[in-house]
């Protein structure tokens, strides 16, 4: 886990004539979870890209932990990102889902790895679904494979991209308690974007409304909102 530095951060697309995120500062403890809301276009998804190392910041520094991560690529970043269509690789089990990432970013041994997948597998109840490939998973199972992935490789900070928007309302809630309780037994350094208002008011420790790519307002989720 890391302190997260974020300062002037900003990205134009179309030689300047879109600002998607306005010279931006921001700061995440080492351990905090972050939700980041705010109407559509105003710079979430932009950010979080950044954050990944999946985009390139027009101007603005990027600090996790000690190291400025600014012109780091995103396979060099110790980050790990949650998506809304959970991107797995389609033609690999579950567990090769899971192990890939933590070979790509760790250089444990194959015995080491495994146990590490099977532990993380445990933990998020997908255990009985490693030899599974993700065409044969429910929605919510696939949700818990990617947030399995993310995890095993204990990255410095967590990237969620409305990572249940895609759930039914019942697994909506029930992922939304399996993502508190590994925030409260990994305390995991997260930013979590959604557009979801009860989202952002039950999960994490600070709510960050962005407008027109700057900070408009930020605090505890129940001084964001008058109606808690
Ligand atoms: P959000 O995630 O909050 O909906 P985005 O970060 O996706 O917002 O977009 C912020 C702004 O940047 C929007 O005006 C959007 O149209 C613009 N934008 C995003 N990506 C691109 C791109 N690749 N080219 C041009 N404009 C873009
Ligand atoms: P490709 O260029 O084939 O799409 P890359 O992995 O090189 O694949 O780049 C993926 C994305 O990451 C691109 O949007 C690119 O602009 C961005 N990118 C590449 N290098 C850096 C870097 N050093 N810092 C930030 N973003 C980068």
């Given at each position: 886990m890391a302190r997260v530095s974020v300062e002037s951060l900003r990205k134009e697309y179309d030689v300047g004539t879109v600002?998607?995120?306005?010279?931006l500062d921001l700061e995440i403890e080492d351990g905090e979870f972050v939700t980041v809301v705010g109407p559509s276009g105003c710079g979430k998804t932009t950010t979080l890209r950044m954050l990944a190392g999946l985009e390139r910041p027009t101007s603005g520094r990027i600090r996790i932990g000690e190291t400025d991560?600014?012109?780091?690529?995103a396979k060099n970043r110790d980050v790990a990102m949650v998506f809304q269509n959970y991107?797995?690789?389609?033609?690999?089990t579950v567990f090769e889902n899971m192990a890939f990432g933590l070979r790509m970013s760790t250089d444990l041994s194959a015995d080491e790895r495994e146990a590490r997948v099977v532990e993380t597998a445990e933990m998020m109840d997908i255990e009985e679904l490693?030899?599974?490939?993700?065409?044969?998973?429910s929605g919510g199972q696939k949700q818990r494979v990617a947030l399995g992935r993310a995890i095993?490789?204990?990255?410095d900070l967590f990237l969620f991209d409305e990572?249940?928007?895609?759930?039914?309302a019942k697994l909506r809630t029930s992922m939304r308690a399996e993502i508190q309780r590994i925030q409260d037994e990994l305390g995991i350094t997260a930013v979590y974007v959604t557009h979801d208002q009860h989202e952002a008011m039950t999960m994490g420790d600070r709510i960050v409304i962005l407008n027109d790519g700057t900070l408009q307002q930020q605090g505890k989720p129940t001084d964001v909102y008058e109606n808690p």
């Open positions: 600002v998607a995120v306005d010279d991560v600014t012109d780091v690529h991107a797995l690789y389609p033609h690999k490693l030899e599974d490939k993700p065409d044969e998973l095993v490789r204990e990255p990572p249940l928007s895609n759930l039914d």
